[in-house]
């Protein structure tokens, strides 16, 4: 099958395969406080690392909605680990909830303070990561078109890891159980690890 952006069969492809092709996708559960004190947490499945040295994360937010919004007027938000545990809380977090509603009290999930941000983290995920903005970008089209899509990147500035997932020295992230995003209503769940070396001066 063959088909143009755009062209797609939908008699054939009724449901867009993109989001399903590009899988499976690491879940940012960004939390962030906004500058007069709101308090959001949503998850985003356009969310992954793109930096070692420093380490930077990124998630995109399709529109601006709150959480690119706070994180864009605070200079900050927490990455927080979605995990199989928390799979039905995270979920809960991405309802549509009026702005000034708290995501943590419809969820039943617990803020934590963060040591370097201002922004809360979930104190029931195993990993959490605090980060500063470090610049936003507004994607655009080929045709060199802004979109109302904007990345948020963020250098992390400081870690908290649940230490029952360190074993022997790394963190476990099959017994932490991460959670990714596929397409359609679909998730994966990290469950299973296997190692590969890679060849001499490989990147990546």
């Known amino acids: 099958m063959f088909y143009e952006t755009g062209q797609r069969d939908k008699s054939l492809l009724p449901r867009?395969?993109?989001?399903?092709?590009?899988?499976?996708?690491?879940?940012?559960?960004?939390?962030?406080?906004?500058?007069d004190g709101l308090v959001n947490l949503a998850?985003?499945?356009?969310?992954?690392?793109?930096?070692?040295?420093?380490?930077?994360v990124g998630?995109?937010?399709e529109g601006a909605k709150d959480s690119a919004a706070f994180a864009r007027d605070s200079g900050e938000f927490v990455a927080n680990l979605a995990t199989m545990d928390l799979l039905h809380p995270m979920s809960l977090?991405?309802?549509?909830?009026?702005?000034?509603?708290?995501?943590?009290?419809?969820?039943?999930?617990?803020?934590?303070?963060c040591?370097?941000?201002?922004?809360p983290r979930v104190a029931e995920?195993?990993?959490?990561?605090?980060?500063?903005?470090?610049?936003?970008?507004?994607?655009?089209?080929?045709?060199?078109?802004?979109?109302?899509?904007?990345?948020?990147?963020?250098?992390?500035v400081a870690f908290h890891i649940d230490e029952?997932?360190?074993?022997?020295?790394?963190?476990?992230?099959?017994?932490?159980?991460?959670l990714?995003?596929?397409?359609y209503q679909d998730y994966a769940v990290v469950d299973k690890l296997f190692t590969l070396a890679r060849p001499p001066g490989g990147g990546g």
């Not at 867009?16 to 559960?29: E, H, L, M, Y």
């Not at 690392?49 to 930077?56: H, L, M, Y």
């Not at 040591?115 to 922004?119: I, K, T």
């Not at 995920?125 to 500063?132: N, Q």
Request: positive net charge.
């Open 180 to 183: 990714a995003r596929c397409g």
């Open 164 to 178: 029952r997932f360190i074993r022997d020295g790394v963190f476990d992230t099959a017994a932490a159980q991460s």
């Open 59 to 61: 998630f995109s937010s």
């Open 16 to 35: 867009d395969p993109f989001k399903a092709i590009v899988a499976p996708r690491p879940i940012g559960w960004i939390s962030t406080r906004s500058r």
């Open 93 to 113: 977090s991405s309802a549509p909830l009026p702005r000034g509603q708290s995501e943590f009290a419809h969820t039943g999930l617990t803020m934590a303070p």
């Open 125 to 156: 995920s195993h990993a959490a990561m605090e980060c500063k903005v470090t610049e936003i970008v507004i994607l655009k089209n080929m045709r060199g078109e802004s979109t109302d899509n904007y990345l948020v990147l963020g250098e992390v």
């Open 43 to 56: 998850p985003y499945s356009f969310f992954n690392a793109f930096s070692s040295a420093p380490p930077i």
């Open 115 to 119: 040591r370097l941000v201002g922004a």
